[in-house]
T-cell receptor, first 114, second 110 residues
Framework: GAVVSQHPSRVICKSGTSVKIECRSL??????MFWYRQFPKQSLMLMAT?????????EQGVEKDKFLINHASLTLSTLTVTSAHPEDSSFYIC??????????FGDGTRLSIL | RKEVEQDPGPFNVPEGATVAFNCTYS??????FFWYRQDCRKEPKLLMS???SGNEDGRFTAQLNRASQYISLLIRDSKLSDSATYLC???????????FGTGTRLKVLA
């Protein structure tokens, strides 16, 4: 069965809208979750590491004020794309890990900003 | 030099063929390696971990060469359903982060 639940799977909205994406760990408590972004024909790029109970760690070049991450519980992390613009259109994927185990990925969220 | 490099392909092979992909990595201290499979517009799914001694799972064999800093994936008796993008993933030391290669696209033809 699924290990990770990501919602919504598809979002189409107008420029300037803020979009929230949820990532839930179904099988275990995840102190660490990851958020990736994938543009067409490119690889997954890590955006940030979400840490339960503390601030997220962002990769170089990722604006923390634009991509707000909240990891308030051991099973839920949210990514909010604030004031989204067309260049933010992408495939956003979360993953969870149980320390020594390989990461399991959510189904992804396809975001289209008009 | 990129942290993880793969030939993007595509590799077009007939059903039943054997195909191999290589992936090189730059951080010699990396400890964990994986192959993930990604179908078009879907999330990556773990195909197999790569162990130092090499490992096999059915038609799939993964190898690690630390001296030359590359990992490989061999697929025997290719099926149409093997058509996908195969992502090489490296876990640098001291972190749970994953570094993804750009992926190698495989098309198995009838």
């Amino acid at each position: 069965g699924a290990v990770v639940s990501q919602h919504p799977s598809r979002v189409i909205c107008k420029s300037g809208t803020s979009v929230k994406i949820e990532c839930r760990s179904l099988d275990f408590q995840a102190t660490t979750m990851f958020w990736y972004r994938q543009f067409p024909k490119q690889s997954l790029m890590l955006m940030a590491t979400s840490n339960e109970g503390s601030k997220a760690t962002y990769e170089q070049g990722v604006e923390k004020d634009k991509f707000l991450i909240n990891h308030a519980s051991l099973t839920l992390s949210t990514l909010t794309v604030t004031s989204a613009h067309p260049e933010d259109s992408s495939f956003y994927i979360c993953s969870v890990t149980d320390s020594n185990q390989p990461q399991h990925f959510g189904d992804g969220t396809r975001l289209s900003i008009l | 030099r990129k942290e993880v490099e793969q030939d993007p392909g595509p590799f077009n092979v007939p059903e039943g063929a054997t195909v191999a992909f290589n992936c090189t990595y730059s951080n010699s201290a990396s400890q964990s390696f994986f192959w993930y499979r990604q179908d078009c517009r879907k999330e990556p799914k773990l195909l197999m971990s790569v162990y130092s001694s090499g490992n096999e799972d059915g038609r799939f064999t993964a190898q690690l060469n630390r001296a030359s800093q590359y990992i490989s994936l061999l697929i025997r008796d290719s099926k149409l359903s093997d058509s996908a993008t195969y992502l090489c993933v490296v876990n640098p030391p001291g972190t749970y982060k994953y570094i993804f290669g750009t992926g190698t696209r495989l098309k198995v033809l009838a």
